[in-house]
């Protein structure tokens, strides 16, 4: 040691420990470098403080913590978040203290971006190339050897490590939030869900809390609509257009004018071009500028979210288009059967109202999934398509029918079924066009095993047959036909209950009659 570094070598000045200085709440980008000294010897805590007092890398200071032993620091790391370094002894409550703490942090706490610079007054004790071999640690010094030059040039090397480190981690858990946030946005269906999904997407990859707004221009008509809104701009949701008097409007418009993302604290707007030509704009206002890292991230998320607008855009036109195609096909069969009027409009809104109810009631679990639920009401209205097939002079027949005409009539539940199934079979996957097939083929079977036309019985009738079976019933004697007058509603209810368990499921009546308990007026409005 030179004399003119004489003070810099001696670890053992005695200072006061210095109260630490305390840690920002901004911006992870802005906060101190937390950095945990741990040795048995408050000398070494004092003059590492000393040392380290004006120290400062990217504009941001240090933030030191102290623990006297490999325990009391393990606590410290356990519990305390984005430590950056630690400046470990080797030798504390026992030989090989700093050593063990060291493998505990990477192998128990599983942290593997905080550096470790083990520091050491007995390098006898731990020889530098085993225990740089044997430990995951980033510097091994003596302290022998550490100047007030040399602890700041390793401090600021390992400051420097982390926050490379910290970075590739912080855009690994973004990455990864974004390809699972965009993968489960694929799953929604509705706009204003996904719009929700997206701005609670962009808080978690800001990984903060953020008040956002997401607003939809469509093509150049300058009309921009309020799709969602969240926290402090929750009340948004409720207005139709955005109010140009608000105070995020001018960035949102000079994003859409531009067509390019702005971030101008406290207003971030995203923007994003679909090739469907729309155009949306995420606002989020976090408490603190976005960070480099956090833009590029938010950028690449809004590549991956055109892509899902417009998917969603494609899934809402098949999706029309294959409820435009369900309802032909019922205007179809309700055309030559004029006298029904309303029937397989009303079905179609008592039968999703009773798969509701009966999935509330906890019936059925297994057979009453979510696309069951989402489709049998508008598949409920093909159950007497088979009716193309019927004969006029049967069909429209005023009166009786002979047994012969009735089982005429009755081939209309295979007829209808064949001609759905061949229909979904062009589809890949479950679409109304199945459960209308189930319907339209199993809506006269009999829970007992005595409908038609294949006499299945109790559970081999399809449950959403079994549902519209009670529904058609039900509805058909509320209302006139031409062969028969409306039945009064306490009679109709009188012939349904006296049949469950028989030609009707018990548990779908059951929920039939928890419905109107709720709503009296079920089947009582007029055609």
Known sequence: MTDSNAADDNWLIQEDEETAPVAGSGSPDQRLWRVLIVDDDVDVHAVTRLALR???????????????????AYDFLRDTPDIA?????VVMETDDAGLLLARRIREELHNAIVRVVLRTGQPGQAPEQRVIIEYDINDYKAKTELTTQKLFTTVISALRAYESLNMLERSR????????GATNLYQIHSLREFASGVLNQVSAILDVGAD??????????????VVAATGGYAALSESELMPTGHPLWPTIA?????KKSQFDHPANVLFIHTQENREVAISVTPPWPLAQIQRDLLEVFCQRIAAAFDNLYMFGQLRKAQEATVVALADLAEFRDSGTGGHVRRVQMLSSSLAQRLAARGAYADELTPQLLDMIGLASILHDVGKVATPDHILLKPGIHTPEERAEMQTHAAVGKSILERAANMVDGVSYLTYGAEIAGGHHEHYDGNGYPNQLKGKEIPVSARIVAVVDVFDSLLHERPYKDPWPHTEVMTYITDRSGKQFDPEVVAALLDLIERDP??????D
């Open 54 to 72: 004006n120290v400062s890398f990217k504009g941001r200071e240090l933030e030191l913590f102290s623990a006297y032993s490999g325990r009391e």
């Open 85 to 89: 370094l630690v400046l470990l002894d």
């Open 173 to 180: 858990i973004g990455l990864g939030k974004i390809l699972a």
């Open 254 to 258: 000079k994003a859409f004018a531009e």
């Open 212 to 225: 956002g707004v997401l607003c939809l221009m469509q093509g150049d008509t300058g009309v921009t609509s």
């Open 521 to 526: 007026t079920i089947g009582r409005t007029p």
